[in-house]
RNA sequence: UCCCCAGUAGCUCAGUUGGCAGAGCAGGUGGCUGUUAACCACCGGGGCCGCGGUUCGAGUCCGUGCUGGGGAGCCA
């Protein structure tokens, strides 16, 4: 038998294998010596014996050092006081490298630290746990328009204006006379997008440069943004609902065993299922208002204000219909009440905060226009998003999932930092 | 940008009213007949973030700067 895999090591039963992997840790008590041996899919013992094992790996046991990389061979045995019920009798050991001290070891490590070795962090149990549901989140979001017909059109990264003018962008240099800027959603050109194929996303990094310290906030994070033609907010109001409840699906899943290791609370998961709670912002206004707190109709609620709603829901809870003054320019008024604007945003529960925004786009060209110039952005740089609305403008809508946030609450993380492979904060951009 | 907290060994921290710097983990050595972040014993290792003060004497007090953490605003 030949190389195999942790994860299916219990199909060789009292078979030779080999594992490829790294040392975890090893211990040992008088004439018995353990190599905990960690290769991406899990983790297994390798167990020598004096008496038993070949001399020479007994000796090789002493040089080993944590991270060590290694070529176990040996015979799968089942024992129940191994940890996961299988261990591996070792018969011979391949060193492919000896490693340095390794810096972080089995104990507890400040966030400072172990954030400056993002690098090797990443091999931890726990990490490796979360990235794993990031996996999935990501799959089972791509998975739920692919299968509804949507057009995977991913937008640009670098753009040569705001999309939404509102918050700070990084600017980078274009070959000298012009700037460009990272952009920060990929709505705009989702829009154009739908005009072209109906029901289109996109899945890409987007960019902050705002100087938020907070642990909701990167400066770099992923949205999964859809757009769709012929659709007004109730469409995609829906379509969020369904989208958040199939990621719970496919985590609660294939990633039981992950957010079990994390201590996640599964049956706050569990019960997030159709339908969410809808509220008007004037329904959540009275929600925090009853809560005792000041808070005036037309502000946007603060993080402590988000809270107060959505702990009063045990499921997501979506917010629609905020004063059209607190929104981006491209929201489409209610033509019912034009102070409000035609936007849905979606509150995790147990205050994670904002993990969806979205709602109608303007799709009169006039209204539109008036709109770029109140908000005060360069005419020019939005020319071609008015001509989305003049060559057969229809109504149509969507919205933006953040990943990180997403996966922050799925898996009851402190800070969206552990939510991404190597995150980009305020103060920090190594490694 | 503002507010709060911290900065002592490779790491996590302790350090009394200012009086020659300490513990655990990691590393090294030895022991232990199956361990579960094994355990036990011993060993090496820092002069306390920088600068400037107060003092006979400063990790300990004061000022300032830098770095990190948390929060606000803004947002996903």
Redesign the pocket.
Known sequence: MGKVTIDTIGKYDNQDVTVCGWLT????????R?L?LRDGTGTI?A?C?KGETDNQVLDLY?EL??ESSLAVTGTV?R?K???GGY?I?VSSIEVLQIAE???I?????????L?DHRHLWLRSSRQHAILRVRHAVINAARNFFDDQGFTLLDAPILTPSSC?G??TLFEIDYFGDKKAFLSQ?GQLYMEAGAMAFGKVYCFGPTF?A??????????E?W?IEPEIAFADLETVMKLAEGLVVAIIEEVLQTRKEELHQLGRDLTRLEQVRPPFPVVSYDEAVQIVQDAGESMPWG??????H?TIVSNHFDKPVLIHRYPAE?K?FYMKNDPDRPEVALCV??LAPEGY?????GGQREDDPALLGQKIEKAELPAEDFAWYLDVRRYGSVPHAGF???I??TVGWICGL????ESIPFPR????LYP
């Open positions: 840790h090893k211990r040992s008590s008088g004439r018995i353990f905990v013992q167990t014996i002493q050092t944590q045995h024992d006081r191994a940890p261990e009798l001290t390794y810096p070891a089995p104990k507890e490590h400040g966030v400072g630290f954030m939404e509102t918050t959603s902050r705002e100087k938020s310290k907070t642990r909701r906030h990167l400066t994070f949205m502000e946007d609620f603060g993080g402590a988000e607190t981006a945003d979606m905060g904002e993990i969806i925004g933006g999932l953040g990180e946030r402190e800070h969206v930092r904060l305020l103060d920090r």
